[in-house]
T-cell receptor
Framework: DADVTQTPRNRITKTGKRIMLECSQTKGHDRMYWYRQDPGLGLRLIYYSFDVKDINKGEISDGYSVSRQAQAKFSLSLESAIPNQTALYFC?????????????FGPGTRLLVL | AQSVTQLDSHVSVSEGTPVLLRCNYSSSYSPSLFWYVQHPNKGLQLLLKYTSAATLVKGINGFEAEFKKSETSFHLTKPSAHMSDAAEYFCVVTPPRGYSTLTFGKGTMLLVSP
């Protein structure tokens, strides 16, 4: 079984719709992250959470919100989707007890906004 | 502040020939550095990491990277390419001890021909 799972794996939606991407992990890690990947731009950080009560904006948080429902669950919402939010979204986790911040990634959610 | 530059967006090699993927970093402190690999339609997998213990770091699948502080470089190499190495590779920088977030390069696509 995968340690970091993302649902859905693929999603098509229309401009203006609200959608939620979900991430769950069984690694017991306290830190979780959301990234988006666009061709030629690498991965850019949207939001991150160092524990259940800690939420931080990343490089590109505008148009997104998150919820850390439990240590193992971190959801990303697009309040009103727009076409330039079409991208591949990754969730990742890390363990603050490990000194060097290795992150472990889910399989990704491919989102298309029409 | 920290940043990372991957000097080639695409690298093409023949199977059995050496691989060199170049990465330069900028950091106001001694960083931790990683290489991640992303195979088509897959999530990101950690190849190797530098955490100041040794400048030559060996990773999975025969890859290695050398940290050169004087050149601010962390190039990824492999003596002999295999068809299964075809993927996108990301160089990543973070402050030491993992107390912050990762900064990704824009990626290098490695193409391997028979």
């Amino acid at each position: 079984d995968a340690d970091v799972t993302q649902t859905p794996r693929n999603r098509i939606t229309k401009t203006g719709k609200r959608i939620m991407l979900e991430c769950s992990q069984t690694k017991g890690h306290d830190r979780m992250y959301w990234y988006r990947q666009d061709p030629g731009l690498g991965l850019r950080l949207i939001y991150y959470s160092f524990d259940v009560k800690d939420i931080n904006k990343g490089e590109i948080s505008d148009g997104y919100s998150v919820s850390r429902q439990a240590q193992a669950k971190f959801s990303l919402s697009l309040e009103s989707a727009i076409p330039n939010q079409t991208a591949l979204y990754f969730c990742a986790t890390s363990d603050s007890r490990q000194s060097y911040g290795t992150q472990y990634f889910g399989p990704g959610t491919r989102l298309l906004v029409l | 502040a920290q940043s990372v530059t991957q000097l080639d967006s695409h690298v093409s090699v023949s199977e059995g020939t050496p691989v060199l993927l170049r990465c330069n970093y900028s950091s106001s402190y001694s960083p931790s550095l990683f290489w991640y690999v992303q195979h088509p339609n897959k999530g990101l997998q950690l190849l190797l990491k530098y955490t100041s213990a040794a400048t030559l770091v060996k990773g999975i699948n025969g890859f290695e990277a050398e940290f050169k502080k004087s050149e601010t470089s962390f190039h990824l190499t492999k003596p002999s390419a295999h068809m299964s190495d075809a993927a996108e590779y990301f160089c990543v920088v973070t402050p030491p001890r993992g107390y912050s977030t990762l900064t990704f390069g824009k990626g290098t696509m490695l193409l391997v021909s028979p």
